[in-house]
């Protein structure tokens, strides 16, 4: 009797294992399950890159599973999409600055990634931004700036990170029907160091590359594309508060993953990235790197960055540069 039973038993727990395995997966209720990747398409040392170091080191003690940094700098950007997207694994984000990639319909002719495939999750920060000039050209101010290029057609150079800022400045140029030339860089710090030596006359990116040559006596800001004032600087004006809003520019810095990612996960990370950023710690040390915390929820960092894309696309508009064709 007893044998009978425990073969009986045993079927049925026979039968179950194999219902089970024809039964649908359930959905994953914990996340993260595993290892998760940051992907950083800036190199080692950059404000994007400190900043991933500095949430995933956090976000590790608080998920209990390692956070891995990968940097992956090159083709403007797309180096790092390319293997963001190909990965197709919600452990898998791309950390990123927005301006790596809002401009890029226009600025290739073809992509190896739709913008849907680029999910936002959360916004981390916003770099600062800002417009310097060589303390030897002796203007202090954006307007003297303005002014001398107006005096001298053609003259000056001007140069500015890839991407959106390229957009917004070539724009205002051809509104305010000023001439200057463009020197194209492919390193970001090549031309922070030319203005130093008087060899540009007009640099507009970050803060956290220029920094050093304000510190040296060599550059001088002249104003902050950001809404707000730099905290450590609060006498440079806002690019609003000089007169030329058609400057203005929040770079925005966050976290973004894979299009088919689940709300619910994207909700979880961008509450850890909240908690995480209230850590005065974390604050300071983005600072030190031209960085503001902004800590951001899913649908409001989308929506800023449905306001640059459309920033670029009304630009692009205006100058006749048409959307390059993204393959499927």
């Known amino acids: 009797m007893n044998r009978a039973r425990v073969a009986l038993s045993a079927i049925s727990a026979s039968f179950l294992l194999v219902l ?30 400190i900043g991933a170091r500095l ?39 791309l950390f990123s600055p927005a301006a790596t990639f809002t401009a890029h319909p226009y600025l290739h002719d073809k992509l190896p990634y739709e913008q849907s495939d680029l999910l936002p999750i959360a916004r981390v920060s916003n770099t600062i931004v800002v417009i310097a000039a060589p303390v030897s050209l002796k203007v202090d101010s954006l307007a003297d700036l303005v002014a001398l290029v107006r005096a001298q057609p053609g003259k000056l150079n001007w140069a500015t990170a890839t ?40 640099y507009w990116g970050a803060l956290a590359i220029v920094r050093p040559h304000v510190q ?43 299009r088919d990612m689940a709300d619910s996960v994207r909700e979880r990370i961008a509450a850890d990235i909240r908690e995480v950023a209230g850590d005065p710690a974390i604050a300071a040390r983005l600072l030190s790197t031209g960085q503001l915390v902004s800590p951001g929820r899913p649908a409001e960092f989308a929506a800023s960055i449905d306001a640059q894309r459309a920033v670029v696309a009304r630009i692009a508009k205006e100058m006749g540069i048409k959307p390059a064709q993204q393959s499927q």
């Open 20 to 49: 089970a395995s024809l039964l649908p997966a359930p959905a994953q209720t914990s996340w993260p399950s595993r290892n998760v990747r940051f992907i950083v398409p800036l190199g080692p040392g950059s404000g994007a890159d």
């Open 163 to 202: 991407g959106i800022s390229d957009f917004l400045f070539a724009s205002f140029l051809k509104n305010a029907d000023l001439d200057m030339s463009k020197v194209p860089y492919r390193d970001p710090v090549q031309p922070a160091t030319d203005v130093g030596e008087g060899r540009i006359q007009f």
């Open 216 to 258: 040296a006596g060599k550059a001088k800001l002249l104003a902050v594309s950001n809404s707000v004032h730099i905290p450590d600087e609060p006498a440079v004006p806002t690019v609003r508060e000089a007169g030329f809003p058609a400057l203005a520019y929040d770079g925005l810095v966050g976290l973004f993953g894979p």
């Open 55 to 93: 949430f995933a080191d956090k976000l590790e003690a608080r998920w209990g599973k390692p956070v891995v940094v990968e940097n992956r700098p090159g083709g403007d950007g797309i180096v790092a999409i390319s293997a963001f997207v190909s990965a197709h694994d919600d452990h898998t984000l």
